[in-house]
């Protein structure tokens, strides 16, 4: 197969094609880890001297220093940065019905919103996959009512939980048709619903409460045009046939933290969603070697990457603890064996064969 653009591999792999090679790519990666591998890179340079598959942007949100560390943005979200690259909503506006009835929203179509997409677009349409960070049904409803809050109001107060949902999927499929309009190709929703053991909330309180409009989201976003990846990590068997249900393109990142194993994932379920995940970044990458890095990637790739609709990463991003080098093998891995169509042969034992045989 003659090589594609990044744009077309991911584009392929989502459809659940056989691009030329896996696709690679990750939702942050620490600015130490890219500052040990190349020195003075920002994000965009990184993914362009990388060869990274997909570049990542979310629409431009206004907010104004309220303390050390902490910002408030349009929503009236307090957000605090700690150590990593993401920042922690530590404070929300909405508590009560009240509130809520009170609430306006930044506007999705204000002038600007959409800059850093527009750049983008304008640099590398056609060559990289461009994609957009937008929420579903969770986030965004923790952030504005604050993490335990939520969880009060899904168990304690329906009608209030159920309001703050239906404005999360509101916004966020007007969010998606401008992103659509501006010329993005996928949006990823990072709302995470499960611990390691299990969802944060019961199987039958997702069910009534954000399944319709997990739903509805994922339809307004496929009605957009665009393509679709639904992140969670954690422990999501529970929940999982709603979270395939409302069809979002592929699902990541098959967390085996989780308990989640990707080949029984593409077996099960790999001829209607694309996977997209999953190299341990909880125990492999930042505290084993090389070795091991090498070995569990290609476990991935020969668990699912035959037939297409497989994108390698991290099990969710790199963060600051992953080994730079780690880091690389993995990046390697892929290069390596990555390339359609797949030849890697039976499962090695632990501690088999040499770091990149």
């Known amino acids: ?173 007007e969010y998606a048709k401008e992103c659509a309009r501006r010329g993005a190709d996928f949006v990823f929703t990072g709302d995470d619903y499960a611990s390691t053991e299990r969802p944060l909330m019961s199987p039958t309180c997702f069910r009534e409460i954000l399944y319709p409009g997990l739903k509805r989201v994922f339809a307004g976003f496929k009605e957009a045009g665009l393509m679709t990846i639904k992140h969670s990590d954690g422990n999501i068997r529970p929940i999982l046939d709603m979270i395939l249900d409302a069809k979002p393109d592929c699902l990541d990142p098959i967390d085996p933290a989780g308990g989640l194993d990707m080949g029984e994932m593409k077996r099960q379920h790999g001829a ?13 990458l930042p505290y084993g070697s090389v070795e091991d890095v090498v070995r569990e990637t290609k476990e991935v790739i020969r668990k699912a990457a035959h037939g297409g609709g497989l994108i390698v990463s991290s099990s969710n991003s790199i963060f600051s603890q992953v080994k730079p080098g780690n880091y690389l093998a993995m990046w390697n891995t892929i290069r390596t064996y990555g390339t359609y169509p797949i030849r890697l042969g039976p499962m090695e034992p632990s501690g088999a064969g040499p770091a990149f045989g």
Request: glycine content about 6%.
């Open 1 to 173: 197969m003659a090589e594609l653009t990044s744009a077309e591999r991911v584009m392929r792999a989502l459809r659940r094609e056989e691009p030329d090679r896996v696709p690679h790519f990750e939702w942050i990666i620490d600015h130490r880890v890219r500052e040990a591998i190349l020195p003075g890179c920002s994000m965009e340079e990184f993914t362009l001297r990388m060869g990274l598959d997909a570049i990542l942007t979310a629409p431009d949100v206004a907010r104004e220093q309220v303390g050390k560390n902490r910002w408030r943005n349009e929503y009236g979200i307090v957000v605090e940065k700690g150590e990593e690259e993401h920042v922690v909503a530590v404070e929300g506006p909405i508590q009560t019905l009240d509130d809520l009835k009170n609430y306006e929203p930044p506007d999705p179509h204000a002038p600007g919103r959409f800059a850093s997409l527009d750049k983008l677009v304008a640099r590398y349409k056609g060559k990289l996959a461009i994609g957009v960070h937008l929420n579903d049904v969770f986030s965004l409803p923790r952030n504005l009512m604050g993490f335990q809050n939520f969880l009060l109001a899904l168990a304690g107060e329906p009608e209030l939980a159920r309001g703050v949902v239906d404005l999360s999927v509101e916004l966020n499929v």
């Open 272 to 284: 209607s969603v694309a996977l997209k995940g999953n190299v341990d970044c909880i125990h492999t």
